[in-house]
Structures are given as structure tokens and as C-alpha cells.
């Protein structure tokens, strides 16, 4: 009986040792398969990383992207409303650089569906202030009957003639002048 | 109370009621003779007049003092016709004290040894506040009263006086009744924002008339002179107002587009004015109360700045049907028009003369605008303004005599008249800001 518990205490103790030493000489008898292992999960952990970190750029990514568009919009919707167009004087017609940028801002309205737009004449001190508010009327139907040709519903498009009122340079020199004989579009 | 105050007190309340004129002189002045001064030549001759100053009858300081202010004020207004030639009272042989005012005590050799033709003599008295003036007008060559008038009032009423005998003078001498009574609206930016002003003949009382806090241009009288018709931006836009100036009621047009340039036809509740409500600025005949009554143009391109003739059976406005903006004019039976400028490219702002013969408009030439006159079948155009900056927007007096109009010939934009011959330019008033747009009103406008 007491040999019994002796080799109790024998297996108890020392097969674990074994084990250990098992487990020890595992590593010294078996070298290629532990390697292997830790080398699967240390790839996995930096697997795991480099995805997280793929992850936090493609999220900043999105965000910076989102960002540029949010600035792309805004630099298009400052473009809108900053860019004039400008006009010869005593003339109505327009310039093919302000075709052009009437084309443009055709397309942002496109773009832009929901918005409404006020298209504002004026035009420089020098006339008569009556003829000058049928000439600044002239000037933003032009504008307006362009955009309207580019496909912007004629509902989304208001004209008001300012004349001579609102000059946006108040010199009087033909620098100041070729100035406000524009066309200057405000969102309503 | 003594019976010297009561009779004080009676006479401040009839004063104060009206002013009274009467020729009750013993002599007489002669009928007819308005042929002293032919106002439908353009080139009138100025008549030397001698004015001497008015005799005082108590002699008190306070009645010396505004004697003489009143005889100034004669002195300028007459002056302000254009029709005399005023002759300094430092060659008068005559000691002022001294001179007689009647036809009785005036040694008219005097007078017209100095060369004038024309004697006005005044007698002036003072008494608490009320004043009385006997006021003549002497022919020197024929030695005759031409007239003779005594007035009474209140010493404010000195300028309302002077102006009553000052349109009998330019009455006996022309058969015109003159401009004494007339005024001018026009816009001014003394408060900062354009807003309507109305001066009488001369630029004195200047008042407010709009109070938009906005732009407001165009002013333009009704031919009773109690409507003004003109544009605001006051509710954001350019819209028509037609306004009652005493009762301060009337109508908006406030259609889309611009709803601009308002002018009376004569005699009728009735205005043309440029709509662009259809796409393109066209001008429209509209009641008084701002309801379109009919197009009077249908043509694409600016069409705009109406101007009736006097008998409303012709309307001169400006038009780019040609290419460049010109004055055309339309006979309101026919509908026919005709193109009245051809010299320049830029000819705009038509006002038609009283008379109904010409036409003055500003007409842009190497860059700088001029006012010109031309007749209604395009012979004898006249430049008036030359080489003294920008001028514009001429109008009319109602006798036809002065032209008012807008000038940069001092820096910024006021308001000057000249006669119809473009003698005699000058400043017509000193107000804060640029003044621009006058337009005289026909004859008498009474809004009290």
C-alpha cells in the first residue's frame, strides 16, 4: 500500500517534471515546429497591427478625403458667388471669359440642385442712372438667359438691376469702372 | 389791454392769415407791354435795372436792418431769371437816402444816365413783427410806373413778398408768369442713403421728401404738382412709387424686374415709366394708381427715360434700338418713331421745353458728358456745358427760361442752373452729399 502511495507521489512529482523536461527537450529535440508556431503568431499579431493601422489610415484617409471634398465644395460655392462676370462698356453681350465662367457656374448649379440664385447687373458711374438700371437689367438677363441655356431651371434664376448704385470700386478711373460693369451672382 | 395792443393783435391775425397786395397806388401801371423781355429768343438781352434801397419808414434799427436784408433778397431773386443786367449801387448818381420812391420825386435823367431801364423803388416799415412794403417798378426812358403793389405780412413772409412782386415783374415784362412759384425735387445723399429732396425755384427751403433709408432716384412731378412718382430699392428691389406729397398716400408697382424712369402725362392721372417685367426693359403707360394700362414700346433692347411733350401728344425717350442709346420720339397717335440724335453715341435723359420746341438732353462725347439742346425736328443742337467736368439730367423751368441740371464741375455731383442759352451757370444749392436728378416742377405747386 505504501509503495502504492509512493509511486503516487513518484508520478505525482515527477512526471510533470517530465513533462517539463518534456516540454523543455520539446523545444531543444523539436526546434522547427515551436519556431514555426510563434513565427504564425507573432505574423498574425503584426497582421492584426498593420490592419488596425490600414484600418486608421483608410479612416483618415475617408477623412481627408471627405474633408477635401467638404473644401472642394466650398472653394466651388466661393468661386460661385466671388467670381463676376464683366462686361464692355454700354454693352449687355457677353465675353467669352464670362462664358466661360458662366459655364462653370452652370455646372455648380447642376451640382447644386436645391439652391436658388440672385444674378445682380451693375454697371459703372458714367450715363445716365435710368439708362444705367435698363442696362444693369440687361447685364443680368444675359447672364441669367445663358445659364438657363446650360440647363439651370429658369425657376432657380432671379436677375436685379443695381445701375450705377453699388460700385464695388469706388474709383473713377477705368480701372475702377471695368470693375463694376459686372454681373455678380448671390445664393438666396 | 390797450386799445393800440388789440389793434396790434387784429392786424398779427389777419397777417398771419395771408398776404395782402394790392395796387391801390394813385398811379397806374400801363396794360399790356410784356414786350420788354421776348423769352422765346435763346439769347435774350439782359435789361440794365437799377434797385435802390428801400426807404424805411420808422427808421429803427430792427427795420433798417431787415430793409436791407429785403431789398438784397429782391436783388438776388430778380437776378436769378437771368433776365437783368443789375447795375452796381455805387454808380447810382443818386444818394440812396435821398432818392424819391415815387414817380413824383424820381428824376428818371438820373437813371438813365447810368444806363438802366428798369427802376424798383420800395418804401418798408417794421412794427412788432408785421411788416408792410410798398413796392414799384418804374419804365426810366417813358418815366412811368410800370407797377405799383403794397403787401403786408409777417417779417417771415419777407421772401414770400419779394417773390409775389418779383412774379409781377417778370409778368409786366414777358406775359409769363415765371418760375416764382415752381420746385424742384431731386435726389440727395445728405443722410447717407439717395433719398428725395424738394427745394422751391431758387434751392432755398430744401426738405426731405422720402425717408427709405435706401436708394431712392427719379423724382418726377405730376402736372398739378401734388403726386411724385420716383424708384426705391426700399423693399430690396427697384420698384415705382406714386406718392400724394401732401396726403401721403398713392401706389407701388413693384413687378419683377425693374419698374424705373416715371414721367407724367400732362394734365392726366396717368405716367409712362420702363417695366422689364417681360424680360426686357420696355416702356408702359400706367395709371396713377400704378396699373398697366398699355405698352407704348415693343422693341427688344433698352427702351427707357420717357419725356411728354407739353400737349402729352408726343413722348421723347431713349432708345438702343439703333445700337448705341439715342433720343427717338413717338407720336402718340400714329405710334410712329422717329430718331432725333445722330451726333455721338451715347445721347440720354431727354426733358422737352415748356414751349414744346426743344429738347435737352446729356450727350457723352470723348468721355465726358455735356448738356446739349436740339430742336423736335433735329435742327439747331447747342452744346450749353463745356469743359467743366460731368454734366447731366437737364430739366426745365416752367417758363422755359432756366435749365437745372447736375454737375461734377466742382468735384461731386450738385445741382446747378443756367439760363436756356447756357449763360449765367451757377450753383443752385448748398446741402450735404452729392445732389443729382432735378426735376422743376410745372408751375404752381402749393402743397401747404
Request: glycine content about 8%; charged content about 25%.
Amino acid at each position: 500500500m505504501q509503495k502504492k502511495m509512493w509511486l503516487s507521489l513518484f508520478l505525482f512529482l515527477v512526471i510533470p517534471g517530465l513533462l517539463f523536461t518534456v516540454s523543455c527537450a520539446k523545444k531543444t529535440v523539436k526546434p522547427d515546429a515551436s519556431l514555426t508556431q510563434e513565427a504564425e503568431a507573432e505574423a498574425a499579431r503584426l497582421a492584426a497591427q498593420k490592419a488596425k493601422e490600414d484600418e486608421i489610415a483608410k479612416q483618415r484617409a475617408i477623412k481627408e478625403e471627405r474633408l477635401t471634398e467638404e473644401n472642394a465644395k466650398i472653394a466651388a460655392k466661393e468661386q460661385f458667388l466671388n467670381k463676376d462676370i464683366y462686361f464692355e462698356f454700354d454693352k449687355s453681350s457677353l465675353l467669352p471669359t464670362a462664358q466661360d465662367i458662366l459655364s462653370d457656374k452652370a455646372k455648380w448649379m447642376r451640382d447644386n440642385p436645391d439652391v436658388s440664385v440672385t444674378v445682380e447687373g451693375h454697371c459703372d458711374e458714367r450715363g445716365t442712372i435710368e439708362y444705367n438700371l435698363a442696362l444693369g437689367d440687361r447685364r443680368a438677363e444675359s447672364a441669367r438667359s445663358f445659364l438657363i441655356d446650360l440647363g439651370v431651371l429658369s425657376t432657380r434664376l432671379k436677375t436685379i438691376s443695381y445701375g450705377e448704385e453699388c460700385p464695388t470700386d469706388p474709383g473713377h478711373n477705368q480701372e475702377a469702372w471695368a470693375k463694376n460693369r459686372r454681373a455678380h451672382f448671390v445664393i438666396e | 389791454m390797450n386799445k393800440t395792443n388789440i389793434k396790434i393783435i387784429c392786424l398779427l391775425l389777419f397777417a398771419s392769415f395771408i398776404i395782402r397786395h394790392s395796387a391801390c397806388f394813385a398811379e397806374t401801371g400801363e396794360a399790356g407791354g410784356h414786350d420788354y423781355i421776348d423769352i422765346s429768343n435763346p439769347f435774350i438781352r439782359k435789361i440794365p435795372i437799377a434797385i435802390l434801397s428801400f426807404k424805411n419808414v420808422s427808421g429803427t434799427i430792427a427795420e433798417t436792418d431787415q430793409s436791407l436784408k429785403t431789398s438784397k433778397l429782391l436783388s438776388e431773386t430778380l437776378e436769378f431769371t437771368g433776365y437783368f443786367k443789375m447795375i452796381d449801387s455805387g454808380a447810382f448818381l443818386v444818394n440812396s437816402k435821398e432818392a424819391g420812391i415815387t414817380a413824383q420825386n424820381i428824376n428818371f435823367r438820373k437813371w438813365t444816365d447810368i444806363g438802366s431801364e428798369l427802376l424798383i423803388t420800395g418804401g418798408f416799415f417794421l412794427k412788432d413783427n408785421v411788416i408792410e412794403m410798398e413796392l414799384r417798378l418804374f419804365d426810366t426812358f417813358k418815366e412811368h410806373l410800370l407797377i405799383g403793389k403794397r403787401y403786408h405780412g409777417l417779417a417771415d413772409d419777407k421772401r414770400k413778398i419779394i417773390r409775389l412782386f418779383c412774379s409781377e415783374v417778370i409778368y409786366q415784362l414777358t406775359g409769363n408768369r415765371g418760375i416764382f412759384n415752381s420746385k424742384i425735387a431731386f435726389v440727395s445723399t445728405s443722410t447717407g442713403n439717395k433719398e428725395i429732396y424738394v427745394c422751391d425755384f431758387d434751392g432755398y427751403n430744401a426738405k426731405q421728401l422720402t425717408h427709405t433709408k435706401s436708394i431712392t432716384l427719379s423724382p418726377a412731378w405730376s402736372s398739378d404738382g401734388k403726386w411724385i412718382a420716383y424708384t426705391s430699392y426700399a423693399k430690396g428691389k427697384p420698384d415705382l412709387y406714386i406718392r400724394h406729397i401732401k396726403e401721403k398716400h398713392g401706389a407701388l408697382v413693384d413687378k419683377q424686374g425693374i419698374n424705373i424712369s416715371p414721367a407724367w402725362v400732362p394734365g392726366q392721372f396717368a405716367l409712362a415709366a420702363t417695366l422689364s417685367f417681360s424680360g426686357d426693359p420696355e416702356i408702359y403707360l400706367l395709371t396713377g394708381t400704378g396699373k398697366v394700362i398699355k405698352n407704348l414700346t415693343r422693341n427688344w433692347g433698352i427702351d427707357v427715360s420717357p419725356a411728354w411733350s407739353p400737349d402729352g401728344k408726343n413722348m421723347a425717350f431713349v432708345s438702343k434700338r439703333s445700337g448705341t442709346p439715342q433720343i427717338h420720339i413717338m407720336d402718340m397717335d400714329s405710334g410712329h418713331v422717329k430718331r432725333l440724335t445722330f451726333e455721338g453715341r451715347y445721347n440720354t435723359s431727354p426733358s422737352w421745353s415748356p414751349k414744346g420746341d426743344r429738347i435737352a438732353f446729356a450727350a457723352m462725347n470723348n468721355g465726358a458728358f455735356n448738356i446739349k439742346v436740339i430742336g423736335i425736328d433735329g435742327n439747331g443742337l447747342v452744346q450749353l456745358t463745356h469743359d467743366a467736368g460731368d454734366n447731366e439730367s437737364p430739366s426745365w423751368a416752367p417758363d422755359g427760361t432756366i435749365i437745372a441740371f447736375s454737375s461734377t464741375r466742382e468735384g461731386i455731383y450738385r445741382i446747378y442752373v443756367m439760363t436756356a442759352d447756357g449763360t449765367d451757370q451757377r450753383r443752385l444749392l448748398s446741402l450735404p452729399g452729392e445732389q443729382t436728378s432735378p426735376k422743376w416742377s410745372l408751375g404752381i405747386v402749393n402743397n401747404k
